[in-house]
């Protein structure tokens, strides 16, 4: 291929401002080169760079007691205890998904199971958190099951199950969906490799499937706004292979544990570029790599193609000297082609050399040495730690309430129409058409399965040989959940962000789990339109006010900015989502606590405050309205904090028959949904049902139905007394219906079967 | 009593196998790689897992047949040795012609995880005693429609070979409702699509896997 001339006008064509490549003349004292232009591109680009979100995401906290690694690596690691870990990290696929639903989920999978077994961790769990446009807009269908059905290819092939996740439609994803995928591994504490090439002069060894041109330029795609162009953005797209990566999980685990590595990292974003750079990085080392050994599928390949190119399972590690044969001995075994390409370096520059024209596939001769020539010479802080950073302007205000009103008065409100209406909404009912599609039992882990709780349950079995061959391993319980309501963002970014962790975290108490560490995907519009970046400041306050109250800490993450989509109207952002992956510890198999009610003569209560009943961007208002508006509910995170202790505590005491929070669709739906899982339904009382909507369908936070023997209530009353959580007793558990005094009723039956069809009216 | 559990590459449920024979049933087990020739000495019990060996791009198990320790399964299984199937590993036993049939893409075209319910039609070494009962287990496939010519149809069933039917509801499409068969000289093989060994604990839910496990362990001591 013939190079372009480097010019400030090619680097705007190729996302770099006229600052940024004036600023990267600067760096080499010269103008870059075309490859090297490249190489700055992606580098410098919001996806690898976070140059607009640094900034604030300083402000989260990410320490604690239990963290074993922060941000900054693959993945975060929190202790699980006895030696051992969990790894996880939850990372966004959502614009390769848009522009090529099946392939964008699934390597969504690949990409973030890469991140965590690169940890030296055996992935055991996945959760896919989604956000579809509105469920009629003609394109949501298709989206969503190439989605799912990605998810699923990948998933499953790979032996990972896939156990929780949640989805919510709004018309704001119409032209950006969200695909934010995490997984999650375990690894023994002192076994923990991290992506770092240490050691002047170590081998820097290529292991996985070849090269080729797919992806090239995907972290630029993926940091700029969608137009009318972005079908033609297709060949960005990556094409995943699960078989391959299967090869490269198990051959990787093999490496590990012959303690051969210095480091060793996957090429995701960025490929060989952006992974070879941070490990260098990271150990304060240079790297000389040498293109020409490179295993590649197809003819041709320019070095600017093999360096930016996003080929899938593929992955760098970094030998100790002398160990490369035993690394790519393993290799052979799982027949993964695997060579030395460069050397760690004392230079603290990254220098990539090729044979200009060679192609080995051509039947070329191997090249000279003296052929050989440098392409890219870039010292490696300008790539990393120098890389530009922004603090934008923000807006004042994220968004004014008044802007959106909300007259509740004028909404027609039926109490019994109106939950069988929301139980069969397709944010609220069965996602069972969903997680059917996935392998959510492999690994015979999984304890409590979707559908069954507020957040899956599975059983890790920590294993010294990482391979299945330790007799009766050690086994731990862990909890998982995701959760973000982005229409609450939308109305009140930081309370919304707020409610987002503490829902999460609740979700985990509901199983008897105690949350130890929090990942998360901020998901969010144009960093360079003040009002979004107002929104995404308000939220990490809000996301750090609530880790504060609730002493948890946010282990690893993902910033996925530019969701818009330029329409006739103007651009168009997704509602602010700042998705949160949830992690919990259960101390012991009894206190695993599920949703569905269990024997009728059980007392029913709502544990926490009793508030106003917010409408504002509730589900009861969209399922009416299709909007989002409204004064969204606050939230009192030290109320937050002392419930979720309490009913951590109660379920390890025993004490508690179910638990199920209140959130879409409020207490109405929560109870439809205990009955329903439960197969039993309850009688109760709810005061001012005959109002307006705000008792049945309010959405104020920090409440948990519970129900439990009556012989257990003093108990229970003075337990939470102790604790200082309200509790309100509002009936009992009965046979066959939901029925509220002096109120309708509702069979269990027509419940289910609402609940059962909400997916149907979107894929049909 | 010696079990092994062949790792074809992309096997995926070969830890599950592992874990119930190995933590559960209490049987000496190891993993054997696909490309091994042989077996180990005094092998009773081989297991094919679940999985996507090969990845399963082409007709799911085609290309596993052709590995090295398949020709060891099958002098072991024409020994009368004990050869159990599961899910990726019924649909190469199919491919390798040690079990008649095929298994086709479920009829509603997705990949399916559930558990579903099967009856026990004829007893065996896997089902001694188990004769009519009804086994809640789970299934996790898109290739699970048993398929077969009227003629082999028509001998399984006389010469009742089905091992387990759906009951209450058949999920993929499978002819005559038929989720696993036996095959062998003395019906030591077994090929079935659930997953016998992801429901032998309380705790997933479902342990009637198990009384597969206690059967084919009585069986072993009974040679």
């Not at chain 1, 001769?365 to 392409?375: D, G």
Request: proline share 6%; with cysteine.
């Amino acid at each position: 291929m013939t190079e372009p001339t480097v010019d400030a006008a090619l680097a705007l064509e190729y996302g770099l401002s006229e600052e940024e490549f004036v600023r990267a003349c600067e760096a080499l004292g010269r103008t870059p080169n075309f490859t090297e232009l490249g190489v700055f591109s992606v580098m410098w680009s919001e996806h690898c760079s976070y140059k607009s979100s640094r900034v604030h995401l300083s402000r989260l906290p990410t320490t604690g007691a239990r963290v074993i690694q922060g941000p900054g690596e693959n993945a975060g690691v929190v202790d699980i205890g006895d030696g051992w870990t969990a790894v996880f990290k939850m990372e966004s696929h959502n614009h390769p998904s848009f522009i090529e639903p099946f392939q964008g989920a699934a390597t969504g999978v690949g990409g973030i199971l890469r991140d965590v077994f690169t940890m030296g961790a055996r992935p055991v769990a996945l959760m896919d958190s989604l956000r579809m446009g509105a469920p009629d807009h003609p394109k949501t269908r298709g989206l969503l099951t190439g989605v799912v059905a990605g998810i699923s290819a990948y998933g499953n092939a790979m032996g990972v199950p896939t156990v929780a996740g949640d989805l919510q439609f709004d018309s704001a994803y119409n032209g950006n969906i969200l695909v934010n995928a995490f997984a999650l591994g375990i690894a023994k504490k002192d076994k923990l490799f991290f992506g770092r090439a240490s050691g002047i002069g170590n081998p820097i060894l290529y292991v996985g499937a070849r090269t080729g041109r797919d992806g090239i330029h995907g972290a630029t795609m993926a940091s700029a706004e969608f137009d009318d162009e972005s079908d033609a953005k297709r060949p960005t797209v990556q094409v995943g292979d699960p078989f391959m990566q299967k090869l490269l999980l198990e051959a990787c685990l093999e490496i590990f544990a012959a303690d051969v590595l210095e480091g060793v990292q996957d090429m995701g974003a960025a490929g060989l570029t952006s992974s070879t750079v941070e490990m260098a990085g990271r150990a304060g080392t240079g790297v000389e790599l040498d293109l020409d050994c490179i295993p590649r599928r197809a003819k041709k390949l320019a070095p600017y193609e093999i360096l930016l190119s996003e080929s899938q399972e593929r992955m760098v590690m970094v030998a100790r000297a002398g160990m490369e044969e035993r690394v790519l001995e393993i290799c052979r075994k799982w027949d993964l082609d695997a060579c030395v390409i460069g050397r760690v370096t004392d230079t603290g520059r990254w220098v990539i050399k090729a044979t200009p024209g060679y192609d080995p596939l051509s039947g070329d001769p191997a090249p000279h040495e003296s052929a050989k020539q440098v392409f890219v010479d870039i010292p490696v802080s300008v790539l990393t730690d120098d890389a530009p950073k922004y603090n934008r302007p923000i807006a004042d205000e994220p968004r004014a309430l008044s802007k959106y009103p909300l007259d509740i008065a004028s909404i027609a409100y039926d109490p019994r129409a109106d939950l069988l209406e929301i139980l069969a909404s397709p944010n609220v009912g069965s996602r069972a058409w969903i997680w059917r599609q996935y392998d959510h039992i492999v690994r015979v882990g999984t304890a409590v399965r979707p559908g069954a709780a507020d957040a899956a349950v599975i059983r890790v079995f920590c294993d010294d040989s990482m391979n299945g061959t330790t007799p009766s391993p050690r086994e731990k319980w862990l909890a998982l959940k995701s959760d973000c309501n982005a229409r609450f963002c939308e109305l009140d970014p930081r309370a919304g962000a707020a409610m987002a962790v503490a829902e999460s975290c609740r979700n985990l108490a509901c199983v008897g789990a105690e949350a130890i560490g929090l990942t998360d995907c901020l998901n969010f519009g144009s960093p360079k339109r003040p009002e979004i970046m107002a929104q995404f400041a308000a939220a990490i306050d809000g996301m750090r006010d609530a880790c504060e109250a609730l002493g948890v800490a946010i282990v690893s993450g993902n910033v996925s900015l530019y969701n818009e989509t330029e329409t006739p109207e103007g651009s168009r952002a997704i509602l602010p989502t700042p998705m949160i992956g949830a992690v919990g510890l259960i101390e012991k198999p009894a206190d695993v606590l599920t949703m569905g009610f269990k024997r009728v003569g059980d007392l029913v209560a709502i544990l926490g405050p009793h508030g106003p009943g917010a409408m504002g961007g509730s589900e009861w208002v969209w399922t009416k309205t299709r909007e989002v508006k409204g004064t969204p509910p606050s939230i009192d995170l030290q109320a937050e904090a002392r419930l979720q202790r309490a009913l951590i505590s109660l379920a390890r005491r025993g004490l508690l028959a179910s638990a199920h929070d209140c959130s879409e669709g409020g207490l109405a739906v929560a109870l439809a949904e205990c009955s329903i899982a439960g197969g039993l339904g309850a009688l109760v009382r709810i005061e001012e049902i005959t109002a307006g909507p705000q008792a049945m369908f309010g959405e104020d936070p920090t409440r948990v139905i519970v129900s439990f023997l009556p012989s257990q209530l003093q108990l229970i009353e003075r337990a939470l007394a102790d604790a200082k959580v309200p509790m309100r007793l509002i009936g009992s558990v009965v046979s066959e219906s939901l029925a509220i005094e002096g109120g309708p009723t509702w069979t269990i039956h027509e419940m289910a079967s609402a609940h059962a069809r909400a997916l149907e009216a979107v894929v049909g | 009593m010696k079990a092994v559990v062949v790792q074809f590459p992309g096997s995926n449920a070969d830890w599950d196998a592992m874990r119930a024979l190995r933590d559960v049933a209490m049987i000496a087990t190891e993993f054997v790689f696909h490309k091994a020739s042989s077996l180990p000495s005094g092998t009773d019990l081989v297991v094919l897992p679940g999985g996507f060996s090969f990845g399963d791009y082409l007709r799911c198990g085609a290309i596993a047949r052709f590995s090295p320790i398949i020709a060891a399964v099958r002098q072991h299984a024409e020994r009368g040795g004990f050869v159990l199937g599961i899910c990726n590993g019924f649909q190469i036993l199919t491919e390798a012609n040690m079990l008649p049939g095929a298994l086709t893409r479920n009829t509603h075209l997705r990949f399916e995880c559930r558990d579903i319910h099967v009856r026990v039609d004829a007893e065996g070494p896997f089902t001694a005693g188990l004769a009519a009962s009804v086994l809640r287990l789970p299934i996790a496939h898109a290739e699970g429609r048993y398929h077969a010519d009227e003629e082999t149809l028509a001998m399984l069933e006389r010469e009742r070979r089905v091992a387990f039917r759906y009951v209450r509801d058949n999920p993929n499409g499978s002819l005559n409702d038929i989720a696993g068969i036996y095959g062998g000289p003395r019906r030591n093989v077994l090929g079935l699509m659930p997953h016998p060994e992801r429901a032998c604990e309380p705790a997933l839910g479902s342990a009637d896997g198990r009384q597969l496990l206690s059967s084919i362990t009585k069986s072993i001591l009974a040679r």
